[in-house]
């Protein structure tokens, strides 16, 4: 094809990108075509709490066959309790694992794969934070946090994408940050852990693309402040303009997005303007903006989670 050709069937492909962007954003989920998961074999980390726990009985209420993994065993027991609690007849595994140690992911992986076999949803969920200035922070907790939060990424995906661009059939859905797209004083590892996420996904992305295997897609999740303990103490300077989400309104939308083969999803929406902000704005204003917001002491009060 020449080139005059090619750039004119490009023009026709990203008109209709466009159209069904607008489609996705505009028509409500209902309407749209969701695939049928059931069956599937839904993996969630970070399982016994949070998300990742309203996840799971997402998953199961989807007719997925439901692993988790978590390093808290009593939490990661109870998830796999509700999930029986209200999806009688839910098949449900689960595995106690500390995603910080690269050996034990694998090795675990390799055990699900013996019980149960091919894995074809994974969502990398679980993340932990120090919350703590840049030089105020442990060498032993940066590490950990880039462990956790995305280094075991790298490992869940090496040990079940090959099986999914095998079957030409799976998903790949990263829980980053809206601190993955910026940074914020207070939480450095943190936003270089979801910074590195967020890259991951995007890579996988295309990296899944070229090898033209369509089947397989891959979603990446940046919500703004959730109120599940996490970030406790975190403060707004502007709650009422900046509402912290509520968890099963997360997880719905984080369901609804992978149903629908969204590859990205920021929440609350009004982060999409502040992201063309950042990227058209001198960083200076954007700077003060920020400032002003009071992002700068955000984190002044922060506890994070307390353990139950
Ligand atoms: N809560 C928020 O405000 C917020 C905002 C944006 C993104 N996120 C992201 O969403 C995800 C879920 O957050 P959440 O608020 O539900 O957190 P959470 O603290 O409620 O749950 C995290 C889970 O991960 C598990 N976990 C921690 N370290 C682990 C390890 N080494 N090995 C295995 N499991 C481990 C914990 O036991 C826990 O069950 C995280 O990746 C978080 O960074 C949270």
Redesign the pocket.
């Given at each position: 094809m020449g080139l005059l050709a090619e750039v004119v069937a490009l023009l026709w492909r990203v008109v209709w990108l466009w159209l069904v962007a607008i489609y996705r954003a505009v028509v409500p989920i209902s309407f749209q075509r969701r695939k049928d998961v059931t069956g599937w074999v839904a993996l969630v980390?970070?399982?016994?709490?949070?998300?990742?726990?309203l996840l799971a009985v997402r998953l199961a209420r989807l007719g997925c066959r439901v692993v988790l993994?978590?390093?808290?065993q009593q939490?990661?027991e109870e998830t796999a309790d509700m999930l029986r609690v209200h999806h009688p007849g839910a098949q449900v595994w689960t595995y106690t694992?500390?995603?910080?140690r690269r050996e034990q992911v694998y090795a675990t992986a390799k055990q699900v794969k013996d019980d149960i076999g091919v894995v074809d949803i994974v969502i990398n969920?679980?993340?932990?934070?120090a919350g703590t200035d840049f030089l105020n922070t442990a060498d032993e907790l940066s590490l950990?946090t880039m462990?956790?939060?995305v280094m075991?990424h790298f490992w869940t995906v090496r040990s079940f994408l090959p099986g999914m661009l095998q079957r030409d059939q799976g998903h790949i859905v990263t829980?980053?940050?809206?601190?993955g797209l910026m940074g914020v004083p207070g939480m450095t590892d943190?936003c270089v852990s979801?910074f590195s996420a967020v890259g991951l996904a995007d890579c996988l992305r295309l990296e899944i693309a070229k090898q033209k295997k369509f089947g397989v897609k891959t979603t990446v999740?940046?919500?703004?402040?959730?109120?599940?303990?996490?970030?406790q103490g975190?403060k707004y300077r502007f709650p009422k303009l900046m509402k912290?989400?509520k968890?099963p309104y997360v997880a719905d939308k984080i369901v609804e997005a992978f149903l629908t083969d969204q590859p990205m999803l920021c929440l609350p929406r009004s982060f999409y303007v502040l992201l063309i902000l950042k990227g058209i704005l001198p960083v200076s204003v954007f700077d003060a903006l920020s400032d002003f917001s009071g992002i700068f002491n955000a984190m002044d009060g922060f506890v994070g989670?307390k353990e139950d």
């Open positions: 980390t970070g399982s016994g709490s949070g998300i990742g726990r993994w978590d390093v808290n939490a990661n694992v500390d995603l910080s969920n679980a993340g932990i934070i950990k462990q956790v939060n075991s829980v980053a940050s809206s601190a943190y979801k999740v940046c919500p703004g402040f959730i109120d599940t303990g996490m970030f975190f912290d989400l968890p989670r």
